[in-house]
Structure formats: C-alpha cells, structure tokens
C-alpha cells in the first residue's frame, strides 16, 4: 500500500532529508478529497493549514503573502494544466520562490524541449517565459508503490529575471495554440490566421514562412505575442 502523505512527513521527520538551512515557518498541504483532509488533520494536527480544495481553483497569490516554496507529485492527469494556471498567474511579482515538482518523464520532457525537437511545443515555450527549469532526476517505476507503468522525472524551476513583457499570458497561450495545432504545417497558415500583414510580420523578425512551429525560438514566439497584442490597440 502506498504512503499516504509521504512528503509531509518527510517535512517533519526527526531525521529529515531536509537540509536544516532550509527552515519554514508555515506548511500549506492543498488536498482536494474531504476524507484525505481530515486523516491529515488527525496526522499533523496545528502542523501544517489545510486547504480542501481543488488546486485547480485556488488562487495562489492569496494563499499567504510570503513567497512559497512549492514541491509535489502532481496528478499525472492534470500536471500540465496545474503548470500552465501557476505560471499564467504569474503577475509582476512571483508569488513562490522555487516549484520542485514531479511530472511523468513524457512531459517532463516536453517542459525542458528545445527548439528544433520534436518535444518542443507550447509547454516548453509557456515555461520558458518565465522560468528556469531543470531537471533534477529521473525516478524509475520501482521507486513507487504501487508501482507505476511510466518513468517519472523530478523538475526544479525558479524564476526568470527580466522574463519578456506581455499584456496578457493568455495571448501567448492563443499564440502558440495555434501555431501548434498545425505544428507539421509550414508557418505561412497559422501567420495567415494570426495577422492581416503576415508577410510583414514575417519580414520584421526575419522568419522563414517555409519553417514549421518547432523551429522558431521562444523568444521569437514572445516577440510574435507581442506584435500582435500591439496591432489590436
């Protein structure tokens, strides 16, 4: 049977693989399921602030306002979109120091992908908007119990400094949606869709129309949201 609540514990284990430098003041546990809550009530009592809640619905930047250190298993299911929401909500200010999370190696991969690799999509250019990344491990199926029929991989990221400057995330998000949606066609129909004066657009930042998604850079995706969100004042 697998350990309930085994990254909580570690917390507060008497030997803890915690280094000792990183002390904490509050712990925030979010568990979304009304009978995990309370075992956890009666398992940490005044320890740790419990949300019951869907992490899906909270907004992270009333939880408290220190900034978070944030570390998880995330379910498997919902991973890229708890991933996408926090960096979506990302405003001015972050509002967590470091997230160390837990993703199936597939995705794992797809986060860190660089351009020019068939991994590469709209995850790794979201995240790289304004986080670092990097991965610290890969965790094999017999690590678990139960065990699972995936490989696992274990993320670091912190946040971007001088990350580029949009009006909304969401239009980065449309961006990219669209250009990969179409990611084995040529640039010429997502641009075609996106702007009246593609060929312009284009022209400005020196894309090759021929090119598919994965080949341009993230930041020329930023530049692209950017163009856009200027041509609709």
Same mark, same amino acid.
């Given at each position: 049977?697998?350990?309930?609540?085994?990254?909580?514990?570690?917390?507060?284990?008497?030997?803890?693989?915690?280094?000792?430098?990183?002390?904490?003041?509050?712990?925030?546990?979010?568990?979304?399921? #009304?009978?995990?809550?309370?075992?956890?009530?009666?398992?940490?009592? +005044?320890?740790?602030?419990?949300?019951? #809640?869907?992490?899906?619905?909270?907004?992270?930047?009333?939880?408290?306002?220190?900034?978070?250190?944030?570390?998880?298993?995330?379910?498997?299911?919902?991973?890229?979109?708890?991933?996408?929401?926090?960096?979506?909500?990302?405003?001015?200010?972050?509002?967590?120091?470091?997230?160390?999370?837990?993703?199936?190696?597939?995705?794992?991969?797809?986060?860190?992908?660089?351009?020019?690799?068939?991994?590469?999509?709209?995850?790794?250019?979201?995240?790289?908007?304004?986080?670092?990344?990097?991965?610290?491990?890969?965790?094999?199926?017999?690590?678990?119990?139960?065990?699972?029929?995936? #490989?696992?991989?274990?993320?670091?990221?912190?946040?971007?400094?001088?990350?580029?400057?949009?009006?909304?995330?969401?239009?980065?998000?449309?961006?990219?949606?669209?250009?990969?949606?179409?990611?084995?066609?040529?640039?010429?129909?997502?641009?075609?869709?996106?702007?009246?004066?593609?060929?312009?657009?284009?022209?400005?930042?020196?894309?090759?129309? +021929?090119?598919?998604?994965?080949?341009?850079?993230?930041?020329?995706?930023?530049?692209?949201?950017?163009?856009?969100?200027?041509?609709?004042?």
């Amino acid at each position: 049977m697998a350990n309930l609540f085994f990254l909580t514990s570690v917390l507060f284990a008497k030997n803890s693989v915690i280094p000792k430098n990183l002390s904490f003041k509050k712990v925030f546990v979010i568990e979304k399921d #009304d009978k995990l809550s309370l075992i956890l009530k009666e398992k940490f009592a +005044n320890q740790i602030e419990i949300m019951n #809640d869907d992490v899906l619905k909270i907004s992270e930047n009333e939880i408290t306002d220190q900034k978070l250190v944030v570390f998880g298993n995330l379910p498997y299911n919902i991973s890229t979109e708890i991933l996408s929401k926090w960096i979506i909500n990302i405003n001015k200010k972050f509002w967590f120091e470091s997230l160390l999370l837990m993703f199936q190696k597939e995705v794992a991969d797809r986060i860190i992908a660089e351009s020019n690799n068939s991994k590469y999509g709209r995850l790794s250019i979201l995240t790289n908007w304004k986080l670092n990344v990097e991965k610290i491990i890969n965790i094999k199926p017999q690590s678990f119990s139960p065990r699972p029929k995936i #490989d696992s991989s274990l993320l670091l990221f912190t946040p971007k400094e001088n990350a580029f400057e949009l009006k909304d995330a969401k239009n980065l998000e449309m961006i990219t949606r669209i250009f990969f949606s179409q990611r084995r066609k040529m640039l010429k129909k997502p641009f075609n869709q996106i702007f009246n004066n593609a060929k312009e657009v284009a022209s400005k930042f020196n894309i090759d129309l +021929n090119q598919r998604p994965q080949n341009l850079e993230p930041e020329i995706y930023f530049k692209l949201t950017k163009e856009y969100e200027d041509l609709k004042r």
